[in-house]
């Protein structure tokens, strides 16, 4: 069975562009999340998407949004990305996200915004 | 809110040495704890979990116990490899949904052959 896959691996962006970063989960799964990791903040969850609907997120901008098409694959945008927006941005992906299910992660999406 | 705390590294030991990572957690209810490992390049993945008080997760030869007495979860291994080279990290969740994960700051563990 194919893990959760995340595309591109590495992007280069400029102050002000937008990205849109893409999320493949483990086939069968329903719910799908995006963390932002950096050395200063760590880990931090944005938001869960279930059946093609937010159900719940993090306390980041409205800068930052997603959604999820009806295969489960999700994508997340970042418009007028700022220098602070450098990371590794992680997808994972579980059954419905109902609390004790286990995450599978992707290996990420790391940007970097010159 | 419900915060993570563990213990600073990098943290660098010899092969078939003892290992102990401190995580203590702030929290209102009756969180999950767990450990996450991330290897070079690679997502997290899930090392193991405790979901009350007094329960012990073990995986892989590492161990967990959930302390609600002392607000602890420390992670530790009785015999370390150079494999187990990686960054760690102590999390909880607050039982409301798998994806709202608290997590620490993680400790970046390297082993000496």
């Known amino acids: 069975k194919a893990g959760v896959t995340q595309t591109p691996r590495y992007l280069i962006k400029t102050r002000g562009q937008q990205v849109t970063l893409s999320c493949s989960p483990i086939s069968g799964h329903r719910s799908v999340s995006w963390y932002q990791q950096t050395p200063g903040q760590g880990l931090q969850f944005l938001f869960e998407?279930?059946?093609?609907?937010?159900?719940n997120k993090g306390n980041f901008p409205g800068r930052f949004s997603g959604r999820q098409f009806s295969n489960s694959r999700s994508e997340m945008n970042v418009s007028t990305l700022e220098l602070g927006d450098s990371a590794l941005y992680l997808c994972?992906?579980?059954?419905?996200?109902?609390?004790?299910?286990?995450?599978?992660f992707g290996s990420g999406t790391q940007l970097s915004v010159l | 809110g419900d915060s993570v705390t563990q213990m600073e590294g990098p943290v660098t030991l010899s092969e078939e040495a003892f290992l102990t990572i401190n995580c203590t957690y702030t929290a209102t209810g009756y969180p999950s704890l767990f450990w996450y490992v991330q290897y070079p390049g690679e997502g997290l993945q899930l090392l193991l979990k405790a979901t009350k008080a007094d329960d012990k997760g073990s995986n892989k030869g590492f161990e967990a116990t959930y302390r609600k007495e002392t607000t602890s979860f420390h992670l530790e291994k009785g015999s370390v490899q150079v494999s187990d080279s990686a960054v760690y990290f102590c999390?909880?969740?607050?039982?409301?949904?798998?994806?709202?994960?608290?997590f620490g700051s993680g400790t970046r563990l390297s082993i000496r052959p």
């Open positions: 998407y279930f059946s093609e609907t937010q159900r």
């Open positions: 994972a992906s579980s059954l419905a996200g109902t609390a004790g299910e286990k995450l599978f």
């Open positions: 999390a909880l969740s607050d039982g409301s949904s798998a994806s709202k994960i608290i």
